[in-house]
T-cell receptor, first 110, second 114 residues
Framework: DAKTTQPNSMESNEEEPVHLPCNHSTISGTDYIHWYRQLPSQGPEYVIHGLTSNVNNRMASLAIAEDRKSSTLILHRATLRDAAVYYCIHYGGSQGNLIFGKGTKLSVKP | DTEVTQTPKHLVMGMTNKKSLKCEQHMGHRAMYWYKQKAKKPPELMFVYSYEKLSINESVPSRFSPECPNSSLLNLHLHALQPEDSALYLC?????????????FGPGTRLTVT
């Protein structure tokens, strides 16, 4: 069972950066770190993923610790539309079995 | 286009009914997935298809029967369901099974079994 640890909930103010932490101490050398989010009443949405190096895309940045046992998803300027449950997953093998944990519920205050 | 479509959006069925959920993608992806999500819980993987062949069945009861008629379509046939099977059923697709590929999810079918 792929296992990650995330805070149950976090709060942010609109227009401010948000740092969402994730611990994945049992990650293996070939596991990728994926982040998805799920807005209310929608399917999960891919956010970003990486293996060893930090990654940036138009939605977010992913900072991966040197030992790969933790990572942080960074939303540079939170908007109300970013309020969602954010799932961090370490994903390995070649079977496609993405295992979701409980995630972090992010609230954004105007 | 990164869209995965699912029909119907909502479905109410009795325990003796037979119904099907449909999922479609036109991204050329060769892997497709079914997940089940109960209220306030994370999605749980049910089935994985790769190149139209069943790759993973996560010990799902036989009252759920998946089918992948071609690389763009994925069906989930339902019969003799129980009320506890009421949930959001999510379909996803990806280029392949390698963990470097992200999965794209559809909006889901909300199923109620009465």
């Amino acid at each position: 069972d792929a296992k990650t640890t995330q805070p149950n909930s976090m709060e942010s103010n609109e227009e401010e950066p948000v740092h969402l932490p994730c611990n994945h101490s049992t990650i293996s050398g070939t596991d990728y770190i994926h982040w998805y989010r799920q807005l209310p009443s929608q399917g999960p949405e891919y956010v970003i993923h990486g293996l060893t190096s930090n990654v940036n895309n138009r939605m977010a940045s992913l900072a991966i610790a040197e030992d790969r046992k933790s990572s942080t998803l960074i939303l540079h300027r939170a908007t109300l539309r970013d309020a969602a449950v954010y799932y961090c997953i370490h994903y390995g093998g070649s079977q496609g079995n993405l295992i979701f944990g409980k995630g972090t519920k992010l609230s954004v205050k105007p | 286009d990164t869209e995965v479509t699912q029909t119907p959006k909502h479905l109410v069925m009795g325990m003796t009914n037979k119904k099907s959920l449909k999922c479609e993608q036109h991204m050329g992806h060769r892997a497709m997935y079914w997940y089940k999500q109960k209220a306030k819980k994370p999605p749980e993987l049910m089935f994985v298809y790769s190149y139209e062949k069943l790759s993973i069945n996560e010990s799902v009861p036989s009252r759920f029967s998946p089918e992948c008629p071609n690389s763009s379509l994925l069906n989930l046939h339902l019969h003799a369901l129980q009320p506890e099977d009421s949930a959001l059923y999510l379909c996803a697709s990806s280029q392949g099974l390698h963990p470097n590929y992200e999965q794209y999810f559809g909006p889901g079918t909300r199923l109620t079994v009465t």
